[in-house]
Nanobody, 127 residues
Framework: QVQLVESGGGLVQAGASLRLSCAAS????????MGWFRQAPGQEREFVGA????????YYGDSVKDRFTISRDNAQNTVSLQMNSLKPEDTAVYYC????????????????????WGQGTQVTVSS
């Protein structure tokens, strides 16, 4: 069993920054891709970004590109999401997810790629 725990959410004003973290623990030898998704009330889950374990290559959703940055610390099994220039439309519950089985046939942007999910952390951006 693998556990993912997100932290760092909160209430901020538009234009501010937040840094989310995702800590992975449990029976985890390594992960292949760690992703971030978000879901606002009444909306579908949206891909935010992802990062590969090996190359540290980042992928981003169109709505957050150039504002959000993903980084990883393989030794600590943590992944961070630095969110800058936050907008009210960024308000959502943010989830991290881990692909530990290398589902390479699925794109990093799709939820089916991931084996484990965290419980989520709320991010609220006021205008």
């Amino acid at each position: 069993q693998v556990q993912l725990v997100e932290s760092g959410g909160g209430l901020v004003q538009a234009g501010a920054s937040l840094r989310l973290s995702c800590a992975a623990s449990g029976r985890l030898l390594r992960w292949y891709v760690m992703g971030w998704f978000r879901q606002a009330p009444g909306q579908e889950r949206e891909f935010v970004g992802a990062i590969t374990w090996s190359e540290g290559r980042g992928y981003y959703g169109d709505s957050v590109k150039d504002r959000f940055t993903i980084s990883r610390d393989n030794a600590q099994n943590t992944v961070s999401l630095q969110m800058n220039s936050l907008k009210p439309e960024d308000t959502a519950v943010y989830y991290c997810a881990a692909d530990i089985n290398n589902h390479f046939s699925a794109a990093v942007r799709v939820a089916e790629r991931y084996d484990y999910w965290g419980q989520g952390t709320q991010v609220t951006v006021s205008s």
